[in-house]
């Protein structure tokens, strides 16, 4: 067990629709990934919070937004869904702003758009 | 070009034997660290073992081990005395710079381990 966790495990929903993933960091970490994993693009990294500011930003759809609250939980907003977003999303964590920490996986957010 | 690359889709190897997963990499940053990854069938990620660029000697962590050749930049992982939950699938990873923020992964490799 990483110490992250992520709600849902997993999430069936139609075209068109919203959700909203849900990732908890390891006691004491600042910094949350976003990453995606889809069997066509592989892993990618989507986006990086850092006690609650924007830090870092890879493949992110502008259909898709997250943030970091003050307790440090973060939240993936995904709009506008579509078939190709169907994947396994990931949050990681570390103790710091990048460069330096291992990041730890949650257990993953299983998306399926019909 | 592929920050990483991992030639291997597939590998088989017997209980109780030693595998090397092989990892190439490609930067022109001195400052770099890489990651192995394992994701078993459940999906999660789970981190086996971390390589600095700077580091002198290779990692090791239990029965993982890091082949780190700097000049032929690859970073091959070696599992001695192979278990059948060793079955899954392995990502070679690598942070670029300093600061940097995210991980690049390859495509993996899946190994499976014959009783």
């Known amino acids: 067990d990483s110490g992250v966790t992520q709600t849902p495990k997993h999430l069936i929903t139609a075209t068109g629709q919203r959700v909203t993933l849900r990732c908890s960091p390891r006691s004491g970490d600042l910094s949350v990934y976003w990453y995606q994993q889809s069997l066509d693009q592989g892993l990618q990294f989507l986006i990086q919070?850092?006690?609650?500011?924007?830090?870092a930003k890879g493949n992110i759809l502008e259909r898709f937004s997250a943030q970091q609250f003050p307790d440090l939980h973060s939240e993936l907003n995904l709009s506008s869904l579509e078939l190709g977003d169907s994947a396994l999303y990931f949050c990681?964590?570390?103790?710091?702003?990048?460069?330096?920490?291992?990041?730890?996986f949650g257990p993953g957010t299983r998306l399926l758009v019909l | 070009a592929q920050k990483i690359t991992q030639t291997q889709p597939g590998m088989f190897v017997q209980e109780k034997e030693a595998v090397t997963l092989d990892c190439t990499y490609d930067?022109?940053?001195?400052?770099?660290?890489l990651f192995w990854y394992k994701q078993p069938s459940s999906g999660e990620m789970i981190f086996l073992i971390y390589?600095?660029?700077?580091?002198?000697q290779n990692a090791t962590e239990g029965r993982y081990s890091l082949n780190f050749q700097k000049a032929r930049k690859s970073a091959n992982l070696v599992i001695s005395a192979s278990q059948l939950g060793d079955s899954a699938m392995y990502f070679c990873?690598?942070?670029?710079?300093?600061?940097?923020?995210?991980?690049?992964f390859g495509t993996g490799t899946r190994l499976t381990v014959i009783p």
């Open positions: 990873a690598m942070r670029e710079g300093l600061e940097a923020n995210n991980l690049f």
């Open positions: 990681a964590s570390s103790g710091d702003s990048g460069g330096g920490e291992t990041q730890y």
């Open positions: 930067t022109s940053d001195p400052s770099y660290g």
């Open positions: 390589q600095g660029s700077y580091d002198q």
């Open positions: 919070y850092y006690n609650g500011e924007e830090r």
